[in-house]
């Protein structure tokens, strides 16, 4: 029997999934559950591990040969990062779907406004590994404490805020499983692909990692504090251009803000003008994976 992991959950505001009419009047599985896989690969890079860009030329691909060649999946996918492992790649579905249901099970969720109940069924459509189902958690653990889901989470304020959700119940992870545990599996896969080493190493210094996220429960950023903020950065990283979303987003609904840097010494020159703006309280990434 399959398993489905639930999710029970809450909207402090509007989440923007989009829909056909460019609205987001009817919840869509796909733009959360893309949500959900972004910040899984946060979490993979930050314990260590190596996760594709999906979008990207280098992205993973299931080896059809290799299969073939002995009937083991696990040879198909030696080359296939954890996170492409579980949502998915070219040649090897997601094993999990995602089914969204409101508060009384029905299945027409509009997640539209603060205050609704909703749940994230996780259906298994293939049997998903201890150490994938802490990750899955993990990942919606740091979306409902620091981060957000969903689409407009770039507006900044004065502009409403969206993709704030909080946890209804607790969340089940699988018995007896650590941090430790799941960063040695990461290692495990990592030592067993060289050319999934050779691509860590030339890996974009751009892509997100958790040791390089910085986050704040308590303050949020007016819209001259972001701008104050992006200027530390003379490359354009932070503040982003046309089609490449900044990286700092601030929510007044319940005083948060998060963002990231590309490597340590803009984090730090981040950090110090937060402090220069009087903004305590602020977390690191990597203070953030010792909560783990």
């Not at 009384?104 to 994938?132: A, C, D, H, R």
């Not at 404490?145 to 969340?171: E, F, M």
Request: aromatic share 10%; charged share 25%; proline share 5%.
């Amino acid at each position: 029997m399959s398993r489905t992991i639930v999710v029970n959950l809450r909207t402090l505001a509007p989440i923007w999934t989009g829909d056909v009419d460019r609205t987001s009047e009817q919840a869509k599985e796909t733009s959360l559950m893309g949500s959900v896989r972004w910040w899984t690969e946060v979490l993979v890079r930050g314990l260590g591990g190596y996760a594709c860009d999906p979008t990207g030329d280098d992205r993973c691909s299931f080896d059809e040969v290799a299969y073939h060649r002995t009937g083991e999946a696990e040879d198909g996918l030696r080359d296939v990062c954890p996170t492409c492992r579980l949502f998915g790649c070219t040649g090897w579905s997601s094993k999990l779907r995602l089914l969204l249901t409101d508060g009384e099970g029905g299945y027409e969720v509009n997640l539209s406004q603060p205050g609704v109940s909703f749940v994230m069924n996780f259906v298994e459509l293939k049997p998903t590994e201890p150490e994938e189902r802490w990750l899955l958690a993990k990942a919606v653990w740091l979306i409902t404490r620091y981060g957000s889901l969903g689409g407009k989470t770039t507006l900044k304020p004065p502009q409403p805020d969206y993709g704030l959700v909080a946890l209804a119940s607790p969340l089940r992870l699988p018995t007896g499983m650590t941090r430790k545990d799941v960063q040695a599996w990461l290692a495990r896969i990592l030592d067993a692909s060289p050319r999934m080493q050779e691509r860590l190493r030339r890996a974009p210094p751009e892509w997100p990692d958790l040791r390089l996220f910085f986050f704040n429960t308590a303050r949020w950023l007016d819209r001259s504090q972001v701008n104050e903020l992006v200027r530390v950065d003379p490359s354009g990283f932070l503040s982003g251009r046309r089609g490449v979303s900044k990286k700092v987003f601030s929510f007044q609904t319940v005083s948060r803000f998060w963002g990231y840097a590309r490597d340590e010494g803009m984090l730090e020159k981040v950090l110090a003008t937060l402090q220069r703006l009087g903004v305590a309280d602020t977390r690191t990434g990597k203070e953030v994976l010792d909560e783990l």
